[in-house]
């Protein structure tokens, strides 16, 4: 019984581990593990800030020193001038150099989307304005 | 040799599933704006409450749609247990109107949480 055992295994590959099957599962497994796996994207979080709703009948009144964006489904306003994004990311540029943590105004409109929105966060992101903060307007 | 091999297989192939699992608590069919300047998450905070919103503008954590009004329930409670610092991250479709976005950031607020963060891709993959 013994004998025989012994002679089956050493008859495959002179008593060595068959790695035959093995590779083959191992395979399997990578293949499948390739095709399931999507690929992930980087994230990145945009800090905002919301005024409490309190203040919010205070702020209708807008102190003038505030910068104040104001995003529509149709484009962009800087102090109720019109902007388009690059003419938007200069301005930005201008205040950044002047004082990082002013506070800028963002006003979005109801109908507007999202995207629009973090565009504009992105923009201050990148010239390094901190003090964002978001209202929603009808 | 062999059993140690099968093990080790059955350990891999466990520790892949769990891991899968633990992302299926997002919706993947939500299409995130691009910010390729914003800073990139690095680290997470595991009290983070993630509110997503689709493209329809229905509201979700967790796979688990709700209105506004009983988000604002959901946040409340999360304030009483963790405090005003827990941060709450807005995964919100590219196309979704802001006022589905404004119900959310409007529980949040009312809830006393006055920072939200939105949630974009930076780079995207492959």
Not at chain 1, 111 to 127: F, G, I, P, Q, Y
Not at chain 2, 10 to 21: E, G, K, P, R, W
Not at chain 2, 71 to 88: E, F, I, N
Request: charged share 25%.
């Amino acid at each position: 019984m013994k004998r025989r055992k012994r002679q089956r295994d050493t008859s495959g590959e002179s008593g060595e581990l068959n790695m035959t099957a093995m590779i083959d599962v191992v395979f399997q497994l990578l293949i499948f593990f390739l095709v399931t796996q999507k690929p992930i994207d980087t994230m990145a979080n945009l800090d905002v800030s919301r005024p409490s709703p309190e203040s919010r009948q205070e702020q209708m009144q807008t102190p003038p020193k505030m910068i104040r964006i104001q995003i529509f489904p149709d484009g962009f306003t800087i102090n109720d001038r019109p902007v388009g994004l690059s003419e938007m990311e200069g301005l930005l540029v201008r205040l950044a150099g002047i004082d990082r943590n002013q506070t800028i105004m963002i006003m979005c409109a109801a109908m507007s989307r999202h995207e629009d929105l973090v565009r504009v966060l992105d923009l201050c992101a990148k010239t390094g304005l901190v003090n964002l903060s978001v209202i929603s307007t009808n | 040799m062999t059993p140690m091999i099968d093990v080790v297989f059955q350990l891999i192939i466990f520790f892949v599933v769990t891991a899968d699992m633990q992302q299926k608590a997002i919706d993947e069919s939500i299409k995130l704006a691009m910010a390729p300047h914003a800073k990139p998450v690095e680290v997470r905070d595991p009290r983070e409450v993630v509110i997503e919103v689709d493209n329809q503008g229905r509201i979700s954590i967790a796979r688990t749609y709700m209105t506004a009004d009983f988000l604002y329930t959901v946040m409340r409670k999360t304030v009483a247990d963790h405090g005003q610092s827990v941060p709450v991250v807005i995964r919100a479709d590219g196309g979704t109107r802001h006022e589905a976005v404004r119900q959310v950031m409007d529980a949040c607020t009312r809830a006393g949480l006055w920072k939200v963060k939105f949630s974009a891709v930076k780079e995207k993959a492959g």
